[in-house]
Structures are given as C-alpha cells and as structure tokens.
C-alpha cells in the first residue's frame, strides 16, 4: 500500500512539473512575442509620407513635447527610406542634439512652406551635446539616417510634399 502511495506521489509531482514547464514556456513565448511586436511596430511606424521631387519617404511625426524630446534616441537604426518629421510652431528656430542616439543623421531644415532652407550632414552621436540648427526660423526638421540626403540628392530649395497616401 506504502509503494502505491508513494508511486502515486511520483506521478503527481512530475505532472506538476510538466504542467510548470508548460506554463513557463507559454509565458515566455507571450513576454518575448510582446516585446517583438512592440519593437517591431515602434520601428516601423509610418504616420505620413513625405515627397521631395521623386522620393518619398514614411516618416514619423513627432509634434508633441514628449515625441520631440525623445526623438529616435535609443534606436538602434533606421530604415534609408523613413525619417522623423519634427513640427514646431510657427517662427521657431529649435536646436537638435544627439542625445542618446547610437547612429548618425542628416538633418533636413524646412521653413513654413516645406521648402528646404539648410542641411546638415552626417551629424553623430559624439557630438552630443553639441546643438545644431539652421541659420533661419524652421517650423519643420526632418532627421534621416546619415547618408540618405547624399544618395537621394535633396538639396537646398526642393520641397517638401504631404502625401496622402503612398
């Protein structure tokens, strides 16, 4: 009878432990499938698309006080075709920095008619804190991955498009 018991305890304990397993390797695959969905929505968000002459870009808005400070600190990259559109009100001339920031930008500087007004090139994360801004009031700065306004030839005097859908 003792053996029985005992046998019985051993049959309790290790569905208890399968059961435990179980339910671990369910909660892991539910934290770590989280976390890349999070990531991979933050990495891909597109809010608009932007044109200048034949490029177009996805690019996140950040119009509030929190998007703006944050930025894309703490990302690891960048995708060439995507960008980060700043917006200030209107007769601001605001500073940028590289806080936090693990990759290098260009920064396109746009007056209130989306016209290109300055660009500043291959700006990396050693020169924090260090500002840049333009030598004019720019209500719109957009912040692509270093490289981009060189390869895609944006210069000064092209203009910036909203598009409505891509």
């Not at 991955?145 to 030839?153: D, I, L, R, T």
């Not at 092209?158 to 859908?165: D, G, H, R």
């Amino acid at each position: 009878m003792l053996t029985i018991l005992f046998g019985d305890y051993k049959k309790k304990i290790k569905n208890h432990r399968k059961k435990g397993v179980f339910l671990f390797l369910l909660g892991s695959l539910f934290i770590f499938g989280g976390v890349y969905v999070y990531f991979q929505k933050e990495k891909e968000q597109c809010d608009a698309f932007v044109r200048f002459d034949e490029i177009v870009l996805c690019v996140e808005i950040a119009d509030t006080e929190q998007e703006k400070a944050r930025g894309l600190s703490f990302r690891k990259d960048l995708e060439k075709n995507t960008g980060m559109l700043f917006i200030f009100d209107e007769g601001t001339s605001p500073y940028m920095w590289m806080k936090d920031m693990e990759f290098a930008l260009d920064f396109i500087w746009m007056n209130s008619g989306g016209v290109v007004v300055d660009i500043d090139e291959n700006i990396t994360p050693n020169t924090y804190p260090q500002t840049v801004s333009a030598p004019v009031a720019t209500p719109f700065v957009l912040e692509v991955s270093a490289g981009v306004v060189k390869e895609y030839g944006i210069e000064k005097n092209m203009k910036m498009i909203f598009l409505e859908e891509e």
